[in-house]
């Protein structure tokens, strides 16, 4: 499965996008409970999300989902950190 990461998160993962083994199909929900068991730094970055009481918008093949729903190991999930503006 290809992750790929935007924003703030692309700086702190330091690369674009990872490909990750996960079982299939996964919820969303699941899927960010087993990301910090497959990728060291994500745990850290969860941990801040959580301070701040924000959440990581999640795409699956472009499209805004909800944690339950059901990803496949062909999807791509793009992650993206909480933004601010005006």
Do not use: Q
Not at 39 to 55: G, H, P, Q, T, Y
């Amino acid at each position: 499965m290809r992750i790929k990461f935007f924003g703030m998160l692309k700086d702190f993962a330091g690369v674009e996008s990872v490909n990750v083994e996960l079982p299939s199909p996964v919820s969303v929900g699941e899927l960010l409970d087993i990301l910090p068991k497959k990728i060291s730094w994500f745990d850290e970055f969860l941990r801040m999300v959580k301070k701040a009481d924000v959440n990581v918008i999640v795409l699956v093949n472009d499209r805004v989902v909800s944690n339950d729903y059901l990803v496949k190991d062909s999807d791509e999930i793009t992650l993206l950190p909480p933004a601010a503006g005006g």
